[in-house]
């Protein structure tokens, strides 16, 4: 930039005494000049701070063939973007990239991830696939690409695939951004992810009688949302919601449901029952059909009706403590085994204490051992199999699970 300005100085003093192309084609000389200083500059830059602490060969390599090979073939057949000059592209995605490594949100180890998906990205572009190119990357690197192409068209697309990536990591946004003409051919999908993980919003659109979503819905063919849709309640959302296909399959009632809440077993039983009714389903939109919510409810639930209970009795002897626990098959014990982790649910922490999770998993095997675990996990279809699996090894009784699992074959 030190020569642009020295020039327009320059220019500004003696412009007279030369002709208006020559003076044109001064400033175009040194504009690709100060381009090639810039691009060159910050090239060198960001692979120094890329390679600092990295001494592995291997890496290296694939940081100087992206850097020194791969980008300088692209400027050196003047690749385009939108009519923009791939040089000028580049230099913006050094810049950006040395930012986002100084603010941590990316890291020196993720940069060749980064790289690869710029070019297919390049490539989605020249092919006229950028959209689902882009859906496929995660979610930071997209945002990257959105600064490096905010002065062009293409920033738009990827601007809605940033959008669209928000919405499904967080559904809570859906709200916000659904009504807008951005989303129109997204709607219909957007739609769908509302009732299946956050279905108390779309409830409550749907009970204020909101317009736009009533038309959507009266459009909507899938049976998720119709599940959703049908409720009408004077009770607690969340108290139904698990139930909301069963009452749409006509297999329970709110009567039926408010009945059950009497006896807060026959309620958890109920509620496990129809939770892995869902997930054991060969439908996969069945299977899909409130996953999330159930697993947030499964920790509340267990939490208000056992957990808390268990904890506050601690100093108690074992058959007052547990007492809450009689009559609980295999799979409300297993359930409430995922439910104590050391997630925070709405009352507080749903942790069991050490003693607790060990009594609790020690009558859970009991409860299995007829039947042996592998027939158990068989017949639940793994459910939150991950989780289960966390919480063991939370609590030291991983060995001891993987143990059971070979002798139970």
Do not use: W
Not at 106 to 112: D, Q, R, S, Y
Not at 252 to 278: C, G, H, S, W
Not at 284 to 305: A, H, M, Q, W
Request: aromatic share 12%; hydrophobic share 40%; proline share 3%.
């Amino acid at each position: 930039m030190y020569f642009l300005t020295l020039f327009k100085n320059f220019c500004s003093s003696n412009y007279k005494s030369l002709p208006l192309a020559i003076l044109a084609f001064m400033l175009m000389s040194l504009t690709v000049t100060d381009k090639e200083a810039d691009y060159a500059k910050s090239k060198s830059k960001l692979v120094n701070k890329i390679k600092i602490g990295n001494v592995d060969a291997a890496y290296v390599k694939i940081i100087d063939h992206f850097y020194f090979k791969t980008c300088d073939s692209l400027v050196k057949v003047k690749f385009t973007i939108e009519n923009q000059p791939i040089k000028d592209v580049l230099t913006r995605l050094f810049e950006i990239c040395d930012s986002e490594l100084n603010e941590n949100h990316i890291t020196t180890l993720g940069m060749p991830s980064l790289n690869h998906n710029f070019l297919l990205t390049l490539k989605a572009y020249k092919y006229g696939t950028v959209t689902s190119q882009l859906m496929d990357i995660n979610l930071s690197h997209s945002k990257i690409f959105l600064l490096v192409f905010d002065k062009l068209p293409l920033a738009h697309t990827i601007k809605t695939v940033v959008d669209l990536k928000e919405m499904f990591y967080e559904p809570y946004l859906i709200s916000s951004r659904i009504e807008s003409g951005q989303f129109e051919r997204y709607k219909d999908t957007l739609l769908y992810l509302m009732a299946n993980v956050a279905p108390e919003i779309l409830y409550r659109k749907l009970a204020e009688k909101n317009s736009f979503y009533t038309a959507l819905v009266n459009d909507n063919n899938k049976i998720s949302v119709k599940a959703i849709s049908q409720i009408e309640t004077s009770m607690d959302i969340n108290t139904i919601l698990p139930f909301s296909m069963a009452i749409l399959e006509n297999r329970i009632t709110e009567a039926d449901i408010k009945k059950l809440m009497m006896v807060p077993k026959d309620y958890y039983r109920t509620f496990v029952q129809e939770a892995l009714r869902l997930h054991t389903s060969f439908d996969p939109e069945i299977s899909d059909f409130l996953k999330k919510p159930i697993v947030n409810f499964n920790k509340k639930t267990g939490n208000y009706y056992f957990i808390k209970e268990i904890n506050d009795l601690h100093d108690s002897p074992d058959n007052v403590r547990f007492n809450v626990l009689n009559g609980l098959n295999a799979s409300e014990l297993y359930f409430l085994l995922l439910a104590g982790s050391y997630d925070l649910v709405m009352e507080g922490s749903s942790a069991l204490y050490t003693s607790s999770f060990m009594y609790l998993y020690k009558k859970f095997l009991v409860e299995t051992e007829k039947e042996g675990l592998h027939k158990f996990f068989d017949n639940v279809d793994y459910y939150e199999f991950d989780r289960f699996i966390s919480n063991v090894t939370d609590y030291g009784l991983v060995a001891d699970l993987v143990q059971r699992l070979d002798g139970d074959r």
